[in-house]
DNA sequence: CTCATGAATGACTCCAAGTCACGGAAGCAT
DNA sequence: ATGCTTCCGTGACTTGGAGTCATTCATGAG
């Protein structure tokens, strides 16, 4: 599926398809859904573009007229799942009221629950992350950069704002420690096939969970907080009340 | 290609190779050596078991006698690569008797060039790392932790004896986030597909590189670094010498 | 009704991974 | 050397999925 280093022709095909015509624009979507019940299931080598089409009903030449290729198919999906997480942001106003590093522990506390409601947009993104090729991962490099679509950006000048998050340094570089920490972080936590040891070594205590997740918040919050905030050691972040993790929005 | 939730049998098939005879050795190692630079210029899936096979002159079929799959052929080619970079406590004797963050500023501004120097092992960890399959990646992170091959583990320990780093979080907390955000920020400042934003923005300038380098080990020295240190603001780093540059030993 | 254009089809091609029955080589005992 | 056995290499073969394309079908405009 295309080289990278070598051979400097063959134009990607994600961008071979024409402009959608209003009509297709459901079919196209009732494809994307499929497929992304048949990526999340299979993994992505595993995933044929034959059953998605089959389990539609149609063709599967169908799929190819919309999509050019299996890796173009992919990106959308990816694109839909990814965009249907939730934003930093989204936090409740009482939880953004009270922080930064206290709406990062909103999520991080969530995430469990969150992914157990809908994990396939979840597996998605992580295929999307470590399972398909350098050359899709590329692509996708550069959705999330220009997309932004945990509003990252937005989020952190947040907490600039609010004086939480150091100003010595400029948005991008805390964007991309947030962002590189978060999402391992975050895998090691969902996934036994990334953690290297910080959650799977004991006996999958919820508690010990709990405690790794404050320990990360310090890191970070050393890290990238304000001065004036981490020296003072950080105040206590909120706790959370176990009932109330019954998670009612949609996903980090 | 195996799934990954789905089909709970198919024993994976990087096992299946009965153990190594010990003429074989030599060739096995041949087949690694043509099918490293085969991965490294044409991507996981570009790459053709069949032509690395005729490049070494020997049938395709002895190729799987060995490996079993192609799959297994190339954890076989990412294990050699990743054996093959320098470990943390490799840098010289001075700039370790200087610190543990002079060891990582050390290796930091010398990736460029050491990566210059030998690509294709480095290309490799980027393909295990971001560009083959779920299913692989599982196996690669389990290798990653058991083995440790930058020794990571080592040179946090060295840090801690050396007080340089916070002693209220326990060791795997810290070996992950350096490990996490050193993998991510040298994938960025190598590889354009990797990039956030960081070093490709404005034009390539060397001495904002080296501005970035320093804001990040700021940061890290923070996060990880011993109160008493950071507090202090940390002591700077020395500069080393362009003409330093030109390294002498392997890869990070 | 007719024509034009876009959408759907499925049989077909292409190609690479993986298999296997065989033949030859290398060890080993007598 | 001779036979026996075990390992190794081979390449023609099978399998199976991605991607193609000539054709048919649907739709909507005039």
């Known amino acids: 599926m295309s080289g990278i280093a070598s051979n400097p022709v063959a134009p990607p095909r994600y961008m071979r398809h024409n402009a959608p015509r209003p009509r297709s624009e459901a079919k196209r979507s009732h494809i994307i859904d499929a497929a992304m019940r048949h990526f999340a ?6 995933a044929r573009v034959g059953d998605i089409a089959a ?3 149609i063709a599967k030449g169908s799929v190819f007229q919309h999509f050019g290729s299996k890796d173009g198919l992919f ?4 694109k839909r799942a990814v965009r249907s997480f939730s934003k930093y942001l989204d936090a409740p106003a009482d939880v953004r009221a009270a922080g930064f590093f206290d709406v990062l522990y909103y999520w991080l506390v969530r995430t469990e629950h969150l992914l157990r409601e809908d994990w396939i947009p979840y597996r998605i993104s992580l295929l999307g992350n470590y399972g398909t090729d350098l050359v899709l991962k590329r692509e996708i490099n550069r959705f999330l950069t220009t997309e932004d679509p945990y509003g990252t950006v937005a989020f952190v000048r947040f907490g600039l704002e609010r004086g939480e998050l150091r100003k010595d340094m400029d948005v991008e570089m805390i964007v991309s420690i947030l962002d590189w920490t978060m999402e391992r972080f975050q895998d090691a936590l969902l996934t036994a096939e990334l953690d290297p040891g910080l959650f799977r070594k004991q006996g999958e205590m919820p508690e010990k969970k709990e405690a790794r997740i404050r320990q990360f918040l310090a ?3 050393r890290a990238v907080g304000a001065a004036s905030v981490s020296q003072v050691r950080g105040r206590e972040i909120r706790k959370i009340a176990a009932a109330d993790l019954i998670a009612k929005p949609k996903t980090v």
């Open 219 to 221: 890191l970070l919050q």
């Open 75 to 78: 990106f959308e999906v990816y």
């Open 41 to 46: 299931e299979n993994g992505y080598h595993a």
């Open 55 to 57: 389990t539609l009903g």
